[in-house]
């Protein structure tokens, strides 16, 4: 098994962001970008992280609760399709939520959705993405870590 670095990208109403694992295999680059974006709930800001192996993006919104709020990531592999995805979303005050796919997937992209609810009312919440990538190739690609933010009504 090979192991790379996948940059996927990090973005609100979007999807997460890769990096490379050891050894890294080919080069790896990480930079941010914020786009400003309409969506249902309003104005959010829309981070994406880019790195060797593809991008991956995190997206928080607040759908209209005063105690909850969504998280939303997509990965795109430009090395291949992606087999597997392991993510985690934490938020700052500690909560945090994953998912282990049960693959095999066979697409360069994959998305999901996670809700934390029990949050504070009026409280920005910066939730971060983290996790990894199995390629087709038996690349293993780490997210580079990305993060955004939300508040509850």
Same mark, same amino acid.
């Given at each position: 098994?090979? #192991?790379?670095?996948?940059?996927?990208?990090? %973005?609100?109403?979007?999807?997460? %962001? =890769?990096? %490379? &694992?050891?050894?890294?295999?080919?080069?790896?680059?990480?930079?941010?970008?914020?786009?400003?974006?309409? #969506?249902?709930?309003?104005?959010?800001?829309?981070?994406?992280? =880019?790195?060797?192996?593809?991008?991956? &993006?995190?997206?928080?919104?607040?759908?209209?609760?005063?105690?909850?709020?969504?998280? @939303? /990531?997509?990965?795109?592999?430009?090395?291949?399709?992606?087999?597997?995805?392991?993510?985690?979303?934490?938020? @700052?005050?500690?909560?945090?939520? &994953? /998912?282990?796919?049960?693959?095999?997937?066979?697409? %360069?992209?994959?998305?999901?959705?996670?809700?934390? &609810?029990?949050?504070?009312?009026?409280?920005? /919440?910066?939730? !971060?993405?983290?996790?990894?990538? !199995?390629?087709?190739?038996?690349?293993?690609?780490?997210?580079?870590? !990305?993060?955004?933010?939300?508040? !509850?009504?």
């Amino acid at each position: 098994m090979v #192991a790379s670095t996948l940059g996927l990208g990090l %973005a609100m109403l979007a999807g997460p %962001a =890769y990096a %490379a &694992s050891n050894p890294v295999v080919g080069s790896s680059s990480s930079t941010g970008t914020t786009q400003m974006v309409i #969506a249902s709930s309003g104005i959010s800001p829309l981070t994406t992280s =880019y790195g060797s192996c593809g991008s991956a &993006s995190l997206t928080m919104f607040n759908g209209g609760s005063r105690s909850a709020i969504d998280a @939303n /990531y997509q990965l795109v592999s430009t090395q291949g399709n992606i087999v597997y995805e392991h993510v985690t979303v934490t938020l @700052n005050n500690g909560k945090s939520e &994953s /998912y282990d796919g049960p693959g095999p997937i066979f697409s %360069a992209t994959a998305s999901g959705q996670f809700t934390f &609810s029990g949050l504070r009312s009026k409280t920005t /919440y910066t939730g !971060t993405l983290t996790g990894t990538v !199995t390629l087709d190739s038996g690349a293993t690609c780490t997210l580079i870590p !990305t993060s955004t933010k939300a508040t !509850t009504l």
